[in-house]
């Protein structure tokens, strides 16, 4: 669990230095949407991994109910977000749905690599 937190921190460290030369084209709210997602990222590593330990086919039902209920929760965010302030919605959806895909593919990757060696 230390190692996959250090590991989120240097993305987030690149993520952050990456968003002040790209804060053109990113909403306002983009250190909050990075934050939200690292604090989302450490908790749903930390449940998978217990979810892993008690039994592999609990791990794959949480892991698939936690997908659709996080994707049902973050298209009603962004939707909320572009009904109530138009003028930035675009740029919110663009920055919400970007640090979504970079954080979910760093978690599935750390989770299926993990997956990998206790096989071998």
Do not use: H
Request: proline content about 1%; hydrophobic content about 55%; glycine content about 2%.
């Amino acid at each position: 669990m230390n190692k996959f937190i250090k590991q989120l921190c240097i993305l987030t460290l690149i993520l952050i230095v990456a968003s002040i030369f790209a804060r053109n084209i990113l909403t306002i709210w983009w250190p909050a949407i990075m934050g939200f997602f690292f604090i989302v990222s450490i908790v749903m590593f930390y449940l998978s991994e217990k979810a892993k330990q008690k039994d592999m086919r609990k791990f794959a039902n949480f892991y698939m109910a936690s997908t659709v209920i996080k994707m049902v929760v973050y298209l009603s965010i962004i939707f909320f977000y572009v009904i109530n302030f138009k003028e930035d919605g675009k740029r919110f959806a663009i920055t919400f749905l970007a640090f979504y895909l970079i954080y979910s593919v760093f978690e599935t990757y750390k989770l299926t690599k993990k997956d990998k060696k206790s096989y071998e």
